[in-house]
């Protein structure tokens, strides 16, 4: 399927949803049905680049139901960000998000970005649409059972949900796992979501001391080590006649890879 198609899914779901709603939309006129209305509701000023709506509140509210997906689906369809969202790893679950505005804060004014990621949203998101599709498919119920399995169980460490443990960090993240695989696929074992919680840092992890010789169980040294660049170039520079690949320890420290052991910062030429 290709990605405008996928959007174009979502604007049907959204549809479906606005024409149910219909029957409860009484009021239409909207805001140039009654002038300076918005300036008395409005919570504050619109992001910079959403300044322009400033007096067309419509275009994202939807009245009675706040803001709604379909109306922010109608500017960002076509091509550019939204294209951009669904090339990238990370962020390829626009394509079928359904809900826009539990991340994309408003009303902050001109120097606030409107974005905040929101983790939890992501097992909304799914639950719903779990719980939507009928007849309840075998992917539904999956869905619904981790959830429901996951909301008793106990997290690995406090600083992530059990409802949060349900997400496959992996499939968003792989392209910024710095451990190269070494660490496995469950992120979510040792790491939190939030920016709240401090990003990818780990408050309680003591890196081992540079005396340790076990460097690569967590670490893999890069390609070049494969190749004759090893014994070429790294050998050479580090000033060490015999060495193994995996012992890292012999020519690197812990503070940087590039500050090799006894010779000092090295940099490429
Ligand atoms: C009338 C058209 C229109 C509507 C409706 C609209 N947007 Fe936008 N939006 C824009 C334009 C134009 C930009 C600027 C694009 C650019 O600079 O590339 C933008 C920018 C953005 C940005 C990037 C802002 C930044 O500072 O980087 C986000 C995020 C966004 N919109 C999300 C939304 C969401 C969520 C909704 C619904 C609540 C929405 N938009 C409704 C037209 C619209
Ligand atoms: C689970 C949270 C989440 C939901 C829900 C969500 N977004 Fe986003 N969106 C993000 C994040 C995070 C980014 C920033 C990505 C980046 O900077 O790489 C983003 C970026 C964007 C951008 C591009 C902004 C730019 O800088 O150009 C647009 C447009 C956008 N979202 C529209 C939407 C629309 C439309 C919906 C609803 C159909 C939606 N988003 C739902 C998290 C979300
Ligand atoms: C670019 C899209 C956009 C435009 C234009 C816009 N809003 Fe909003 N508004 C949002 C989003 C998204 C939220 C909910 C997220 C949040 O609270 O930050 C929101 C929240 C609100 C709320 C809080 C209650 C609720 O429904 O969630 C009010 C009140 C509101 N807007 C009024 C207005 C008025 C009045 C105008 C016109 C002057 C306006 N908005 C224009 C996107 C928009
Ligand atoms: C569906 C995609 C998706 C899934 C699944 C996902 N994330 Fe994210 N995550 C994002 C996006 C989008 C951002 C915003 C930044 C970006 O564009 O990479 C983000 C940001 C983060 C950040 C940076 C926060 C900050 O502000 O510094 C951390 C840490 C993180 N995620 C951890 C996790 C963990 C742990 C899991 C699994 C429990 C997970 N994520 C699951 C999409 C996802
Ligand atoms: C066995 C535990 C473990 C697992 C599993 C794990 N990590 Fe890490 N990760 C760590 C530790 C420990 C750090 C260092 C944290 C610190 O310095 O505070 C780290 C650091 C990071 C950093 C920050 C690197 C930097 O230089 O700032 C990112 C990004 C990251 N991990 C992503 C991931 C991703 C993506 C996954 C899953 C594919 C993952 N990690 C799996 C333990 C783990
Ligand atoms: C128990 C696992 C573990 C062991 C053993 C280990 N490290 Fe690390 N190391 C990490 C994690 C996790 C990080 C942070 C995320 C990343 O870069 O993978 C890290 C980061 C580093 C960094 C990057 C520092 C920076 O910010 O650029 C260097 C250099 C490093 N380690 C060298 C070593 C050396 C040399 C040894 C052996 C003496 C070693 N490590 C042993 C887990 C380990
Ligand atoms: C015989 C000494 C030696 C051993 C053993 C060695 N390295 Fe290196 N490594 C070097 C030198 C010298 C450099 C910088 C010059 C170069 O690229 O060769 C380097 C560079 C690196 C870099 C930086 C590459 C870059 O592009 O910035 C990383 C990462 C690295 N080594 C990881 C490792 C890991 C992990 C191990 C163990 C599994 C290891 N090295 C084993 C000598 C060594």
């Given at each position: 399927?290709?990605?405008?198609e996928l959007l174009y899914a979502v604007v049907t779901v959204a549809a479906l949803g606005a024409a149910a709603a219909l029957p409860f939309i009484s009021h239409r006129g909207g805001t140039q049905a009654a002038p300076g209305w918005a300036d008395f509701v409005s919570p504050g000023h619109?992001?910079?680049?959403?300044?322009f709506l400033a007096s067309n509140c419509e275009a994202c509210h939807t009245p009675h139901r706040g803001p709604t997906a379909d109306k922010c689906i109608a500017c960002h369809a076509s091509g550019g960000a939204t294209d951009g969202l669904l090339a990238k790893q990370s962020t390829r679950f626009h394509a079928d998000i359904g809900d826009c505005s539990e991340c994309h804060v408003e009303h902050?004014?001109?120097?606030h970005r409107?974005?905040?990621?929101?983790?939890?949203?992501?097992v909304r998101a799914a639950t719903r649409a779990a719980s939507n599709t009928p007849p309840v498919t075998a992917d539904a119920t999956a869905i619904l059972d981790a959830i429901a399995r996951a909301s008793r169980a106990t997290p690995p460490h406090g600083r992530i949900s059990p409802r949060e443990m349900t997400l496959d960090c992996n499939s968003c993240h792989a392209n910024q796992d710095p451990h190269r695989g070494l660490m496995g696929t469950g992120c979510a074992s040792c790491h939190a979501t939030g920016a709240s919680a401090g990003g990818w840092s780990i408050p309680e992890f003591r890196h081992p001391s540079s005396l340790s010789t076990d460097c690569a169980s967590c670490h893999q040294a890069p390609p070049s080590h494969y190749m004759e660049h090893f014994s070429m170039v790294s050998?050479?520079?580090?000033?060490?006649?015999?060495?193994?690949?995996?012992?890292c320890f012999l020519c690197h420290k812990t503070n940087s890879w590039n500050d090799i052991k006894g010779v000092g910062w090295y940099k490429h030429h």
């Open positions: 399927m290709k990605k405008s619109l992001s910079a680049k959403h300044e902050l004014g001109h120097a409107p974005v905040l990621m929101v983790h939890e949203q992501l050998m050479k520079v580090a000033g060490i006649e015999h060495a193994n690949v995996s012992q």
